[in-house]
Nanobody, 115 residues
């Protein structure tokens, strides 16, 4: 069984920064991709950023230049540094880890950006 533990969400003013972390543990054979998704209030879940085991990254257009995804493969941990936060970044943020026979989701962490 795989567990993902997220941390780092909270309330921040517009223009501020937060750093999310997600640590994976359990029966993990190999990880191919780690990523962050978010679900704004009343909307569907959407991709924020992903990073491959090799370090390739992909970002949603809405966060390019403001958010940075990184990972520590040895620790099976993925991070999301969020700068210049906007009220429209308010959402529940979920981490995802995918690999061989693996597609796991975190419990979600709430990020609220006040104007």
């Amino acid at each position: 069984q795989v567990q993902l533990v997220e941390s780092g969400g909270g309330l921040v003013q517009a223009g501020g920064s937060l750093r999310l972390s997600c640590a994976a543990s359990g029966s993990i054979f190999s990880i191919h991709v780690m990523g962050w998704y978010r679900q704004p209030p009343g909307k569907q879940r959407e991709l924020v950023a992903v990073i491959t085991q090799g370090g390739s990254t992909n970002y949603a257009d809405s966060v390019k230049g403001r958010f940075t995804i990184s990972s520590d493969n040895a620790k099976k941990t993925v991070y999301l540094q969020m700068n210049s936060l906007k009220p429209e970044d308010t959402a529940v943020y979920y981490c995802n880890v995918a690999g061989h026979l693996l597609d796991a989701w975190g419990q979600g962490t709430l990020v609220t950006v006040s104007s």
